[in-house]
């Protein structure tokens, strides 16, 4: 890691945030199609319908991240928009509470704060968002040993544009997370973000999208290899129950899940981000990169909401010594 000074990070996380307000409901049902791959969510229309427990906390894939690498030790600042109200208030003071550097939100008088609520049913979620347009304009950065760009809104382009000056001029590494409207833009206008990237995160359904394999059918190892043909130095894919595989450029790897008590899966993807990035940021192999990302997600998923699990350092190395599953070559 870079030497720590006054205004130099370990990682800058930029993206969206919000407010999350977690319902667990139990009067509900599920209706699937015969092959289970479609299922709706349904309550009884106008009625009231009883929650079983409420649970607020700040989201959004960069707050989460930048929370969770404060967590592990790491000096993480963030780039976001908050409004100023009440939900805006509560996720900047959380935000400082946990340690992340604050230089960089940006809180705006006349829009409100984005927020979401989460239905938990038994430990599955359907999510309900609103996203109010932003400002995107990225503003002078300190210098950070790493960047870690996720999930933005209409009219990221901006923030693409002005970040990759700032990386070439800088020599600052990219993990880039992208989100629903970066994978809707298409290739193109993820192409330079691509070459430059340094850590390339994705499930793989969002794999397909971007090599354009919709029929599922490519082997996991060709995924990776592909992925890294785009001009990333290390891919990693995320496949739900199979685990998590890596790709450094010579050898491939697979983490299978660890051990955990799912409660609610919000924030998985996220954990599991956060503890593969703070890794690679203290100098391990993508071997145990891999395990440090599993260890985080497994713990988020035992607790309600993206941030209640998230690991300390002692956590984290308690955890995956503690576990009898490995990272191994594929």
Not at 21 to 27: P, Q
Not at 96 to 108: H, L, N, Q, W
Not at 138 to 148: D, E, H, N, Q, V
Not at 201 to 223: A, F, R, S, Y
């Amino acid at each position: 890691m870079r030497k720590k000074t006054a205004k130099t990070y370990d990682i800058i996380s930029i993206g969206d945030t919000s407010l999350d307000v977690f319902l667990k409901v139990s009067d509900a049902s599920l209706l699937c199609s015969l092959d289970k791959e479609n299922c709706w969510f349904c309550l009884n229309y106008t009625e009231k319908v009883p929650v079983a427990d409420i649970h607020f906390t700040p989201g959004g894939n960069a707050c989460n991240n930048a929370v969770g690498s404060s967590r592990l030790g790491l000096r993480t600042a963030l780039y976001t928009f908050l409004g100023d109200d009440d939900s805006g208030r509560r996720i900047l003071s959380h935000i400082k509470k946990e340690g992340v550097a604050s230089d960089y939100i940006r809180v705006e008088k006349n829009n409100p704060t984005n927020y979401s609520t989460v239905l938990v049913y038994k430990t599955d979620r359907t999510i309900l968002v609103y996203h109010d347009p932003r400002p995107y304009n990225l503003p002078r950065l300190a210098p950070s040993t790493w960047i870690y760009l996720t999930s933005l809104g209409k009219g990221f382009g901006k923030i693409h544009d002005k970040l990759i000056a700032y990386l070439k001029k800088d020599g600052v590494k990219l993990a880039f997370n992208p989100g629903t409207h970066q994978l809707l833009a298409g290739r193109k206008a993820l192409d330079p973000m691509l070459k430059l990237c340094d850590l390339l995160i994705l499930n793989k359904e969002e794999t397909q999208t971007v090599l354009g394999n919709h029929d599922g059918k490519m082997p996991m190892k060709d995924m990776l290899r592909n992925l890294h043909h785009l001009g990333p130095d290390t891919v990693v894919i995320t496949d739900g129950a199979n685990g998590a595989y890596g790709y450094d450029g010579a050898h491939s790897y697979r983490m299978p899940p660890m051990p955990a008590k799912i409660v609610e899966r919000t924030g998985a993807g996220d954990a599991f981000s956060t503890g593969l990035l703070a890794a690679l940021a203290r100098g391990l192999h993508l071997q145990e990169a891999l395990m440090w990302g599993s260890a985080n997600s497994a713990s988020v998923i035992e607790q309600i909401g993206p941030q209640a699990g998230l690991l300390t350092l002692e956590q984290m190395e308690k955890r995956c010594k503690s576990c009898a599953r490995v990272c191994k070559k594929i």
